[in-house]
């Protein structure tokens, strides 16, 4: 029973390319969310989604962050133009419904690195 | 004010010891909350989750919740070299739509030492 999968689990960039981070729920689980680790910070939450569907993007900085969570294939979570402001570890959650926060299950994390 | 505040440490104590690990909160609306473990460089995994004040145990671990004081806690008793990691505090409060987001703190490192 697979947990969270998240991919790349490591990813560098030159400022100004762009980032795909993936992340696959838990079997049953059709609601993610993703939150943001910058250094020396906690947790930040950025968005949260159902399949095809953005509920809430209230944690998403306005510009070049973007995700989406299609019908089929994995959640994704991308950012244009990357600075060095966005390396961070990004860890995406999942539940198998919204209103249970003690069934929120992370994965691994993707860790971004902006040259 | 921060929403959530947890002592970063690092927090160093013997194999053994009794462990305690606390967080304060502002927003009177959180309703849930968590703890987290999170070793270096993985995801954060859940440890203990409550719902309102009281207490709760699993094990070598115990979850408090003094909402009155707006205050949480985490004892670890017979403390292993294996308990060192970041433990994380976590708290929600059930939104209008009917889910929920978390607010953490920033993680309070935890080192036993054999």
């Known amino acids: 029973n697979a947990g969270v999968m998240q991919n790349p689990r490591h990813l560098v960039r030159r400022r100004g390319q762009e980032a795909r981070l993936r992340c696959s729920p838990m079997?049953?689980?059709?609601?993610v969310y993703w939150y943001r680790q910058l250094p020396e910070e906690g947790l930040k939450f950025m968005v949260y989604?159902?399949?095809?569907?953005?509920?809430?993007e209230s944690g998403m900085p306005k510009e070049r962050f973007s995700a989406e969570f299609p019908k089929e294939g994995p959640s994704i979570l991308r950012i244009q133009q990357v600075v060095r402001g966005d390396s961070a570890a990004y860890f995406c959650?999942?539940?198998?419904?919204?209103?249970?926060?003690?069934?929120?299950?992370f994965g691994e994390g993707s860790r971004l690195t902006v040259l | 004010q921060k929403e959530v505040e947890q002592d970063p440490g690092p927090l160093s104590v013997p194999e053994g010891a009794i462990v305690s690990l606390n967080c304060t909160y502002s927003?009177?609306?959180?309703?849930?909350f968590m703890w987290y473990r999170q070793y270096s460089r993985k995801g954060p995994e859940l440890l203990m989750y409550?719902?309102?004040?009281g207490n709760k145990e699993d094990g070598r671990f115990t979850a408090q919740v003094d909402k009155s004081s707006k205050y949480i806690s985490l004892f670890i008793r017979d403390s292993q070299p294996s308990d060192s990691a970041t433990y994380l505090c976590?708290?929600?409060?059930?939104?209008?739509?009917?889910?929920?987001?978390?607010?953490f703190g920033k993680g309070t490192m935890l080192l036993v030492s054999p």
């Open positions: 959650a999942s539940s198998p419904s919204p209103g249970r926060a003690g069934e929120l299950f």
């Open positions: 079997k049953g689980h059709s609601h």
């Open positions: 989604l159902q399949k095809e569907n953005i509920i809430d």
């Open positions: 927003n009177s609306a959180f309703q849930y």
């Open positions: 409550t719902y309102s004040s």
């Open positions: 976590a708290m929600s409060a059930r939104s209008g739509s009917g889910y929920s987001t978390l607010t």
